[in-house]
């Protein structure tokens, strides 16, 4: 995909498809005007007959508008004028992609950064802003993962038609903001798409050490620093929760050090930790056979850390950053640990397992312990770490856990300005008897009340040493149904806070 920023007048631009913006009740954007205006009303007349009405990303196609030098004209609803918000904005933006999808248009330009777009706060979005949730929905809405289908698939699809360039048009004073977002943008859409990519790769295939290749191959391509520790290593620093996990597999660990460390050398690091549990049966504590394919997503948080990584690293970005990522399978095999059973985490305290299927905070555990050594600024660490998550908020927020409410506060913050959303939920002391074990210092889980909560005071034991966040992305990293895949989130909850951090 290429992407360029264009000035100048709507009816000059030459494309397959002009994408110009219709509110309801008639109003036009200022490109959409210009082209009614040299096209002798066209576009007021179709809204006249009421093909056209403007509500909230209704698309119409139009061929041949007079006077336009763009083959096709696609007039997308922008809803009321007057209360246009940043996520219905985003919504048209995906909607005239998604409607062009197919049409043979390959070179698109979108006239949309010149609607009034408000945030949370009713206070007007940047087109800096603009220009880069446009790059980065126009890369989401683009993406496609076909590349475990046979050759007869990509020998069909190679002909079709797809969208592989757009201009984006700002005015001529705009354009050094918008080059600055664009740069985001496109940033961001490859680091997501990375992630997607990694979560959608079947659990033959995206193992534990594919994870660490991927890791030495960022480094590689960005000038970055990796370590990948060995088992033998895991096992000299004392990580016996998170190797007790691993055990039950042939797939060797890997704990994964990235680092990208090229802001103000004398800066604390920020500290994004992912759980990387490529294949989740549950172990012992086995789960349904029903969905069980979809625990290849339970390294979306492994996932959500190398492709934020990538936004960066694409963005050249002066930051100090580190991605940690602890990557095994939870199998049942003979050597598996059972429920009973009491592990010794890195840090010295004991874990009774009650439930080898909450496994994804036995390695995390052993990985907070580990980032101590960096003496970070903060941490935050990415899980898709209990199915209570998703009975709490569903599917459209990520929970936040932190020992900090002003990290939470600023985490919470970066996902309203990225559209990427959290929500605060309790930490409070009062949870933690849940987590009391007869044998052992503590449980490695809570009991069904509570259960995010619980898992998140877990990790909390494990935390005392820094600022600290907590994201439960069960819910957000994936989908099911119809639309099965990947979503790439939080990258860009984790990109605006490190942009925020480094500002």
């Known amino acids: 995909m290429k992407f360029?920023?264009?000035?100048?007048?709507?009816?000059?631009?030459s494309s397959d498809c002009l994408v110009v913006g219709v509110y309801e009740e008639g109003g036009l954007t200022a490109s959409a005007q210009q082209l009614d205006q040299v096209s002798n009303g066209k576009i007021a007349k179709v809204i006249a007959h009421g093909d056209m009405q403007g509500k909230l990303a209704s698309t119409l196609l139009l061929h041949e508008v007079h006077a336009s030098q763009a083959h096709r004209v696609l007039l997308v609803g922008l809803g009321k004028q007057?209360?246009?918000?940043?996520?219905?904005?985003?919504?048209?933006?995906?909607a005239a992609v998604k409607a062009l999808s197919g049409t043979g248009a390959q070179h698109i330009s979108l006239c949309l950064s010149e609607a009034d777009v408000k945030d949370a706060a009713q206070q007007s979005r940047s087109v800096t802003w603009k220009v880069a949730m446009m790059a980065e929905s126009v890369g989401d809405?683009?993406?496609?993962?076909?590349?475990?289908?046979?050759?007869?698939?990509?020998?069909?699809?190679?002909?079709?038609?797809?969208?592989?360039?757009?201009?984006?048009v700002v005015s001529a004073d705009q354009q050094a903001h918008a080059e600055k977002g664009l740069k985001q943008g496109e940033a961001l859409a490859k680091g997501i798409a990375l992630t997607k990519d990694l979560g959608n790769l079947p659990p033959n295939v995206c193992t534990p050490t594919y994870l660490a290749e991927q890791a030495l191959a960022l480094a590689k391509h960005y000038g970055l620093q990796a370590e990948i520790l060995e088992k033998a290593d895991a096992e000299k620093l004392g990580m016996g929760s998170f190797l007790g996990v691993a055990q039950g597999s042939i797939q060797p660990p890997k704990f994964i050090v990235l680092k990208h460390l090229k802001g103000d050398a004398k800066r604390k690091p920020i500290v994004l930790v992912g759980k990387g549990i490529t294949f989740d049966t549950g172990g012992i504590s086995i789960k349904p056979g029903a969905d069980m394919d979809e625990?290849?997503?339970?390294?979306?948080?492994?996932?959500?850390?190398?492709?934020?990584?990538?936004?960066?690293?694409?963005?050249?970005?002066?930051?100090?950053?580190?991605?940690?990522?602890?990557?095994?399978?939870?199998?049942?095999?003979?050597?598996?640990?059972?429920?009973g059973d009491i592990l010794t985490s890195m840090s010295g305290q004991t874990i009774e397992v009650l439930n080898?299927?909450?496994?994804?905070?036995?390695?995390?555990?052993?990985?907070l312990t580990y980032v101590e050594r960096f003496e970070p600024e903060a941490v935050i660490d990415i899980a898709t770490l209990t199915g209570a998550c998703v009975i709490a908020l569903g599917f459209?927020?990520?929970?936040?856990?932190?020992n900090r409410d002003e990290l939470a506060q600023e985490v919470l913050q970066a996902g309203t300005r990225s559209l990427d959303r959290a929500w605060h939920m309790p930490l409070w002391d009062d949870y933690q008897s849940q987590l009391d074990?007869?044998?052992?210092?503590?449980?490695?889980?809570g009991g069904r009340p509570g259960g995010s909560i619980t898992a998140a005071c877990f990790l909390a034991r494990y935390t005392k040493a820094y600022p600290w966040a907590h994201l439960d992305v069960a819910g957000t990293a994936s989908k099911?149904?119809?639309?099965?895949?990947?979503?790439?989130?939080?990258?860009?909850?984790?990109?605006?806070?490190?942009?925020?951090?480094y500002a």
Not at 142 to 165: A, C, L, P, T, W
């Open 295 to 339: 625990m290849k997503y339970d390294m979306c948080g492994a996932a959500s850390v190398l492709g934020t990584i990538k936004a960066i690293a694409e963005m050249d970005l002066a930051a100090n950053v580190i991605g940690v990522v602890p990557a095994c399978e939870n199998m049942p095999d003979g050597n598996a640990i059972r429920p």
């Open 82 to 94: 007057d209360s246009l918000t940043d996520a219905q904005w985003r919504k048209a933006v995906v």
């Open 480 to 501: 099911s149904g119809k639309e099965k895949g990947a979503t790439g989130r939080p990258v860009p909850l984790l990109t605006e806070f490190i942009l925020n951090r």
């Open 356 to 367: 080898t299927d909450a496994e994804g905070r036995l390695i995390l555990c052993d990985a």
């Open 4 to 13: 360029s920023i264009k000035t100048g007048s709507a009816d000059k631009l």
């Open 396 to 402: 459209h927020a990520s929970g936040l856990y932190s």
């Open 437 to 445: 074990s007869n044998f052992a210092d503590m449980a490695n889980i």
């Open 141 to 168: 809405v683009s993406y496609r993962f076909d590349v475990m289908k046979g050759k007869q698939h990509q020998e069909k699809n190679q002909d079709k038609k797809q969208i592989n360039q757009v201009d984006i």
